[in-house]
């Protein structure tokens, strides 16, 4: 009797930064190849030339504030008023506090409707063309940081649907105040915090649990920062 042979399957192996993982999503994508496409795109230079509507807008690259809003530039005004959604895969974590903040800058545009794991789900309520979401940029200014960027994550915490995300809001609004390399109030914040969802936190499941653990680990291969800033200010004969 023959064996059958296995496929190998592609894998991230060997890839570096900046690389293409393209074949991996097509391979992916191989059992529903006939509804779906595999298209290579550079979204810095908003190089997407498609007319088609869209009904679901799955975000997962929302890394940077350059990458954030040039996303927000080529897609919204392609997506239907009062059908179409974003799901954004990052929008509860806490080390990417600027796409809190852009969506906060486009709230009356984009309306918060669920919560799942890390991804939030908005409904998209108000037509905009691309020309005016660039200008929502241009006219606030440091949006992807400052005084906008921390009260746009105080909204989040405010408007969170659960003790989770909750808690990832507060530990974000600590890595804000980082960003802002305001670092006295950014550890304040964050042992507040951890100080203050003491509860919460114990009754975590498992998976909530370690992404919280990751954050914290992340916050504090950093700290003291503002012990660390003060030294580095201080004059060598002080």
């Known amino acids: 009797m023959m064996k059958s042979q296995k496929t190998a399957k592609p894998s991230m192996a060997g890839l570096s930064l900046g690389d293409s993982f393209q074949h991996l999503h097509t391979h992916?994508?191989?059992?529903?190849?006939?509804?779906?496409?595999?298209?290579?795109?550079?979204?810095?230079t908003g190089d997407y030339t498609s007319q088609e509507p869209i009904e679901v807008l799955c975000l997962d690259v929302l890394k940077s504030p350059e990458l954030t809003r040039s996303c927000f530039e080529i897609f919204l005004p392609q997506m239907i008023l009062g059908e179409s959604y974003v799901l954004n895969q990052d929008h509860v974590h806490a080390t990417l506090p600027f796409a809190i903040s852009a969506f906060s800058l486009f709230s009356d545009i984009l309306t918060p409707v669920g919560e799942c794991i890390h991804t939030a789900a908005f409904k998209y309520e108000k037509a905009i063309t691309r020309e005016e979401v660039a200008a929502r940029f241009e006219n606030a200014p440091n949006w992807e940081k400052g005084p906008r960027m921390i009260a746009a994550i105080k909204q989040a915490i405010e408007s969170s649907l659960s003790d989770k995300s909750r808690v990832v809001y507060r530990i974000a609004l600590a890595y804000a105040h980082r960003?802002?390399?305001?670092?006295?109030?950014?550890?304040?914040?964050?042992l507040r915090t951890l100080l203050d969802e003491r509860t919460a936190l114990a009754t975590l499941d498992?998976?909530?649990a370690d992404s919280i653990q990751y954050y914290i680990k992340r916050f504090l291969e950093h700290f003291p920062r503002a012990k660390q800033a003060a030294r580095a200010k201080r004059p060598e004969n002080a």
């Open 28 to 44: 992916n994508l191989t059992p529903h190849a006939d509804v779906a496409l595999s298209e290579k795109l550079n979204l810095m």
């Open 179 to 190: 960003r802002n390399r305001s670092h006295h109030e950014a550890e304040a914040v964050f």
């Open 206 to 208: 498992q998976s909530e």
